[in-house]
Protein backbone atom coordinates (compact mmCIF):
# COMPACT_ATOMS: atom_id res chain seq x y z
CA UNK A 1 0.00 0.00 0.00
CA UNK A 2 1.01 3.72 -0.13
CA UNK A 3 3.31 4.86 2.49
CA UNK A 4 2.10 7.70 4.38
CA UNK A 5 3.94 10.61 1.90
CA UNK A 6 1.77 9.16 -1.31
CA UNK A 7 -1.20 8.35 0.86
CA UNK A 8 -1.07 12.18 1.61
CA UNK A 9 -0.92 12.58 -1.81
CA UNK A 10 -3.83 10.42 -3.33
CA UNK A 11 -6.06 11.84 -0.66
CA UNK A 12 -5.99 15.02 -2.04
CA UNK A 13 -6.82 13.65 -5.43
CA UNK A 14 -9.88 12.19 -3.47
CA UNK A 15 -10.88 15.16 -1.42
CA UNK A 16 -9.90 18.41 -4.16
CA UNK A 17 -8.83 20.88 -1.35
CA UNK A 18 -8.40 20.41 2.07
CA UNK A 19 -6.65 21.13 5.42
CA UNK A 20 -4.89 18.76 7.55
CA UNK A 21 -7.94 17.57 9.46
CA UNK A 22 -10.18 17.02 6.33
CA UNK A 23 -7.70 15.12 4.80
CA UNK A 24 -7.34 12.77 7.91
CA UNK A 25 -10.56 12.13 8.04
CA UNK A 26 -11.03 10.92 4.55
CA UNK A 27 -7.48 8.45 4.38
CA UNK A 28 -7.35 7.31 8.08
CA UNK A 29 -3.99 8.92 9.14
CA UNK A 30 -3.52 11.03 11.85
CA UNK A 31 -3.66 14.77 11.25
CA UNK A 32 -0.11 15.72 12.53
CA UNK A 33 1.17 12.74 10.36
CA UNK A 34 -0.78 14.12 7.18
CA UNK A 35 0.56 17.93 8.04
CA UNK A 36 3.96 16.67 7.76
CA UNK A 37 3.10 14.93 5.01
CA UNK A 38 1.40 17.86 3.43
CA UNK A 39 4.53 20.25 4.27
CA UNK A 40 6.66 18.15 2.61
CA UNK A 41 5.12 17.64 -0.68
CA UNK A 42 4.35 21.78 -0.19
CA UNK A 43 8.20 22.00 -0.72
CA UNK A 44 8.56 19.03 -2.84
CA UNK A 45 6.41 20.76 -5.18
CA UNK A 46 3.83 18.15 -5.46
CA UNK A 47 0.88 20.00 -3.04
CA UNK A 48 -0.08 23.61 -2.89
CA UNK A 49 -0.81 25.99 0.22
CA UNK A 50 -3.53 28.58 0.48
CA UNK A 51 -5.15 30.05 3.06
CA UNK A 52 -4.85 26.90 5.29
CA UNK A 53 -5.84 24.50 2.59
CA UNK A 54 -3.97 22.17 0.11
CA UNK A 55 -3.97 20.50 -3.00
CA UNK A 56 -2.07 18.44 -5.53
CA UNK A 57 -0.07 20.13 -8.10
CA UNK A 58 0.54 18.28 -11.63
CA UNK A 59 4.11 17.21 -10.33
CA UNK A 60 2.11 15.59 -7.19
CA UNK A 61 -0.29 13.40 -9.66
CA UNK A 62 2.70 12.70 -11.79
CA UNK A 63 4.05 10.84 -8.94
CA UNK A 64 1.32 9.29 -7.57
CA UNK A 65 0.53 8.12 -11.61
CA UNK A 66 4.03 6.45 -11.62
CA UNK A 67 3.48 4.56 -8.15
CA UNK A 68 0.01 3.38 -8.55
CA UNK A 69 0.91 0.55 -10.92
CA UNK A 70 4.10 -0.56 -9.00
CA UNK A 71 2.29 -0.45 -5.52
CA UNK A 72 -1.38 -2.01 -7.00
CA UNK A 73 0.18 -4.36 -9.53
CA UNK A 74 -1.20 -7.60 -7.11
CA UNK A 75 -4.31 -5.80 -6.52
CA UNK A 76 -4.71 -4.90 -10.32
CA UNK A 77 -4.39 -8.17 -11.77
CA UNK A 78 -6.80 -9.96 -9.08
CA UNK A 79 -9.39 -11.88 -10.67
CA UNK A 80 -11.82 -11.27 -7.70
CA UNK A 81 -11.56 -7.46 -7.54
CA UNK A 82 -11.71 -7.20 -11.39
CA UNK A 83 -15.04 -8.55 -11.33
CA UNK A 84 -15.67 -7.16 -7.76
CA UNK A 85 -15.07 -3.64 -9.77
CA UNK A 86 -16.64 -4.50 -12.50
CA UNK A 87 -20.25 -5.47 -10.69
CA UNK A 88 -19.95 -2.04 -8.92
CA UNK A 89 -19.80 -0.32 -12.41
CA UNK A 90 -22.77 -1.58 -13.72
CA UNK A 91 -24.98 -1.87 -11.09
CA UNK A 92 -24.56 -0.24 -7.64
CA UNK A 93 -22.69 3.31 -8.80
CA UNK A 94 -25.69 3.29 -11.56
CA UNK A 95 -27.95 2.52 -8.78
CA UNK A 96 -26.45 5.39 -6.81
CA UNK A 97 -26.58 8.00 -9.29
CA UNK A 98 -30.26 7.16 -10.02
CA UNK A 99 -31.15 7.68 -6.66
CA UNK A 100 -28.97 10.70 -5.76
CA UNK A 101 -30.32 12.79 -9.35
CA UNK A 102 -34.01 11.40 -8.07
CA UNK A 103 -33.14 13.04 -4.77
CA UNK A 104 -32.22 16.41 -6.62
CA UNK A 105 -35.18 16.13 -9.04
CA UNK A 106 -37.88 15.61 -5.94
CA UNK A 107 -36.65 16.83 -2.84
CA UNK A 108 -36.86 14.60 0.54
CA UNK A 109 -38.28 11.54 -0.15
CA UNK A 110 -38.12 8.08 2.34
CA UNK A 111 -38.38 6.13 -0.58
CA UNK A 112 -35.11 7.29 -1.96
CA UNK A 113 -33.31 6.95 1.26
CA UNK A 114 -34.45 3.74 1.73
CA UNK A 115 -32.93 3.11 -1.99
CA UNK A 116 -29.78 4.20 -0.87
CA UNK A 117 -29.80 2.22 2.99
CA UNK A 118 -30.18 -0.99 0.27
CA UNK A 119 -27.76 0.57 -2.20
CA UNK A 120 -25.29 1.36 0.80
CA UNK A 121 -25.76 -2.80 1.83
CA UNK A 122 -25.27 -4.19 -1.76
CA UNK A 123 -22.03 -1.72 -1.72
CA UNK A 124 -20.35 -3.84 0.95
CA UNK A 125 -20.93 -7.48 -0.27
CA UNK A 126 -19.89 -6.15 -3.90
CA UNK A 127 -17.05 -4.81 -3.34
CA UNK A 128 -15.67 -7.04 -0.41
CA UNK A 129 -12.50 -8.08 -2.19
CA UNK A 130 -11.19 -4.92 -2.71
CA UNK A 131 -11.71 -4.10 0.84
CA UNK A 132 -10.00 -6.57 1.78
CA UNK A 133 -7.21 -5.79 -0.31
CA UNK A 134 -6.99 -2.44 0.87
CA UNK A 135 -7.20 -2.31 4.71
CA UNK A 136 -8.08 1.85 4.56
CA UNK A 137 -11.60 0.37 2.27
CA UNK A 138 -13.54 0.19 4.84
CA UNK A 139 -13.23 4.28 6.19
CA UNK A 140 -15.61 4.80 3.18
CA UNK A 141 -18.40 2.35 4.12
CA UNK A 142 -18.23 3.99 8.00
CA UNK A 143 -18.44 7.41 6.09
CA UNK A 144 -21.71 6.14 3.92
CA UNK A 145 -22.92 4.69 6.90
CA UNK A 146 -22.45 8.04 8.94
CA UNK A 147 -24.18 10.02 6.10
CA UNK A 148 -26.99 8.04 5.98
CA UNK A 149 -27.04 7.98 9.92
CA UNK A 150 -27.70 12.07 9.53
CA UNK A 151 -30.13 11.66 6.85
CA UNK A 152 -32.04 9.62 8.87
CA UNK A 153 -32.07 12.21 11.61
CA UNK A 154 -33.35 14.21 9.03
CA UNK A 155 -30.71 16.11 7.93
CA UNK A 156 -30.78 15.87 4.13
CA UNK A 157 -28.18 17.77 3.23
CA UNK A 158 -26.50 14.46 3.74
CA UNK A 159 -27.55 13.07 0.91
CA UNK A 160 -25.85 15.11 -1.72
CA UNK A 161 -24.85 18.88 -0.21
CA UNK A 162 -21.28 19.97 -1.00
CA UNK A 163 -20.55 20.95 2.21
CA UNK A 164 -20.85 18.43 4.19
CA UNK A 165 -19.40 14.61 4.06
CA UNK A 166 -22.64 13.62 2.11
CA UNK A 167 -23.38 10.27 0.35
CA UNK A 168 -22.43 11.13 -3.09
CA UNK A 169 -19.96 13.16 -1.46
CA UNK A 170 -18.26 10.53 -0.18
CA UNK A 171 -19.20 8.15 -2.79
CA UNK A 172 -17.52 10.73 -5.47
CA UNK A 173 -14.61 10.15 -3.50
CA UNK A 174 -14.62 6.41 -2.99
CA UNK A 175 -15.27 5.64 -6.46
CA UNK A 176 -12.06 8.11 -7.55
CA UNK A 177 -10.33 5.80 -4.75
CA UNK A 178 -11.74 2.47 -6.53
CA UNK A 179 -10.27 3.91 -10.02
CA UNK A 180 -7.07 5.04 -8.87
CA UNK A 181 -6.20 1.86 -7.63
CA UNK A 182 -7.06 -0.64 -10.18
CA UNK A 183 -6.01 1.72 -13.26
CA UNK A 184 -9.05 2.15 -14.51
CA UNK A 185 -10.61 5.39 -16.25
CA UNK A 186 -14.28 6.62 -15.11
CA UNK A 187 -16.91 5.47 -16.96
CA UNK A 188 -19.06 8.02 -19.33
Known amino acids: MLDSYLLT ?3 LTLRQLADAGQLADVIGLDRTEVQIA ?3 AVANGAAMAARGSNMITPAGRELLDAAYPEVFAQLRTDAAISAAVDAFEV ?9 TTDWQLEGPDPTIVDRLHAIN ?5 V ?4 AAADPGFGRFFDRLSAALDHVDAGEND ?3 GVRVDS ?4 WFQMHEHVLRLTGRERPE
Open 9 to 11: LHG
Open 38 to 40: LEK
Open 91 to 99: GVNKDVLAA
Open 121 to 125: KKLVR
Open 127 to 130: LAPL
Open 158 to 160: YVS
Open 167 to 170: FHTV
